[in-house]
């Protein structure tokens, strides 16, 4: 049998990779030649614990091929973003170019997976556009059991730092537009799937997977309005959370400077987009993690106001610990803010990459080593909760002001 991904990024790479490594042969599909170039050469063009192991292994054994151009395959996983567009409504268009670019050489009998996130009704909406292209076969959304080809939604659900190993240990959620189409995607997943397979409609398929990031962010948005109200009143947030999270049934999450990442900030705003009058606390926690950065930035602004040269030193910019992803992070939007409004000298520290990203590059902001940083500094703004970071003992500190947005010391 043959699988086809469409999409090598941070899901369809490694679940390419884990599907070549059981012996299936695996078509990587993409649209950018650099992409497709690097991993060829048995290499990778993003960072994820394993995955360089895996890919190099799947592309010398010959089980891993990745081409530009859409192939015929027995089964079709379609990994490509789904970010949103002004207004928060869900952009589906590179859902479209994919599936238009795979009905080209669908085959009676295939089997095609949607796993990017996507609103409700996507999945009938991609049945629909195949049967645009291809009026020779029929397509679940109008035949169902008895149509050429079975479609389902099976949402990823790994965390970036831990794919890998996620990939094969979280239960899936695998819904089909029917109960065929489901039962077709388990034997899929069954290949390297340990945990167990959920099966449901396509459309739970969809809510569930919105709906588990929905829920952490109502709950990190929780979080996050606390840490304001402690402000404001004068408490350490920080205990607070700790001796709460006594209580059997409390369980806070930790404040941050905001929520980043390309699912948790997004994803809860298709749900919104489906069902504005009902989705209200959604929408609200929403509104509360995006309002968290501009809360960092005033009370920085606030305390810098009392040096005569502020030296700021911004501890990370990715949007999470440990990893070099800088998009969508709160930490990228805060320093630039900094930079940008001018409130002080500013070093920025982040220890995963090289080089500032350009909207950094201004004012004479520098990417400096985290010792000479909070030597220079006399306010530290803590932004992104690395392990490096938290080694540094708050007493080694003592005459700097510290904004610790992520509670790495005040933790201690
Ligand atoms: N954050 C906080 N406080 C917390 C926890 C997180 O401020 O207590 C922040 C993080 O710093 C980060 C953001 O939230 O900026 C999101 O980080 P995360 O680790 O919670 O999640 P992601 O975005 O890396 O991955 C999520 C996961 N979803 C859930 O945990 C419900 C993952 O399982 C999904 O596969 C992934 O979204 C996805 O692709 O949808």
Redesign the pocket.
Known sequence: ATVSVFGLGYIGLPTAAVIASRGVNVIGVDVSEHAVNTINQGKVHIVEPDLDMLVQSAVTTGKLRATTQAEPADAFIIAVPTPFKDGHQPDLSYIEAAVKQLATVLQKGNLVILES?SPVGATEKISRWMSEVREDLSFPHKDGENADIRIAHCP?????GYIIQELVANDRVIGGITPKCAARAEQLYRLFVKADCLITDARTAEMAKLT??SF?DVN?AF?NELSMICDRLNINVWELIKLANRHPRVNI??P?AG???H??AV?PWFIVDSAPEQARLIRTAREVNDSKPEFVVNKLRKVAAEFKHPKIACLGLA??ADIDDLRESPAVGITQRIIEQQIGEVWVVEPHIQQLPDCLNQHGARLANLIDSLEAANIIVTLTDHSLFKRVKLATLNEKVIIDARGIWEKE
């Open positions: 996130t990823e659900r790994v965390l970036p588990e990031n952490r990190i979080a999450l930790n941050g929520v980043g990442g699912c948790i994803d949007f999470k």
